[in-house]
């Protein structure tokens, strides 16, 4: 765990972590600031619940670039997780593969007023029963750009997304990026909710695909624009 600490360079470690629940990898916490994690192999198992390859809080202008990160847990997992003010990261050319035997498992998972943080050159492989998504931008996380990322999302059941945006998350630009989902149905692979405005969507090959009914490319709700 690194808190309120700056200028840190994590590189080149092998990184195992394992309990039950709330495992974390790297835990960046407090004002961790102008922290680079870098070609880092970190491994995080679960039994159950709540499990973090890469967790960020309150923390500014780091760079996670070129690790190797594999998240396992039930649900809730999350091959990374970026929140509460967490702005300005450089997330690049990382390959995250979050495995969940329960429901929503996400490969990154940003909210609550991260902005202006790049997701670019990744790769996503997410799995799990239902409700997986492989980029997950919630509740006011503006200003993201999503950029020449391969997101791979699947699910034995329904509701798997590759990208979600939601709840007054606004100018964000997804472009260049390749998208799958699998699944039963539902599965989409852009999911714009309610109040998501201003995005720009451009250049992605998406595909979707059901066993049944209801797989969309892209998807808008009510006020989406």
Do not use: C, P
């Amino acid at each position: 765990m690194v808190t309120k600490s700056f200028r840190n360079n994590l590189t080149h470690n092998r990184v195992l972590s394992r309990g039950t629940s709330d495992n974390y990898g790297v835990f960046l916490q407090n004002n961790a600031d102008f922290t680079t994690v870098e070609y880092n192999n970190i491994t995080t198992n679960g039994t159950t619940t709540q499990n973090f390859g890469i967790y960020q809080t309150i923390s500014w202008q780091n760079n996670i670039t070129n690790n190797i990160i594999v998240t396992n847990g039930t649900s809730s997992t999350m091959g990374m997780r970026v929140d509460l003010d967490s702005n300005t990261t450089r997330v690049d050319n990382n390959d995250i593969t979050t495995q969940g035997r329960a429901a929503s498992n996400f490969g990154i998972y940003l909210v609550s007023r991260a902005t202006n943080n790049n997701l670019t050159n990744n790769v996503f492989n997410t799995s799990g029963t239902s409700s997986n998504i492989g980029i997950d931008l919630e509740s006011s996380v503006n200003n993201t750009i999503v950029l020449n990322n391969t997101i791979r999302t699947g699910g034995t059941t329904t509701n798997n997304e590759g990208i979600v945006i939601t709840t007054r998350s606004n100018n964000n630009n997804l472009t260049h990026n390749r998208i799958s989902t699998t699944g039963t149905g539902a599965n989409y692979g852009i999911d714009f909710a309610a109040t998501a405005n201003l995005s720009v969507i451009e250049y992605n090959n998406i595909t979707t695909n059901g066993t049944t009914t209801n797989n969309i490319g892209i998807f808008f709700v009510a006020t989406s624009g």
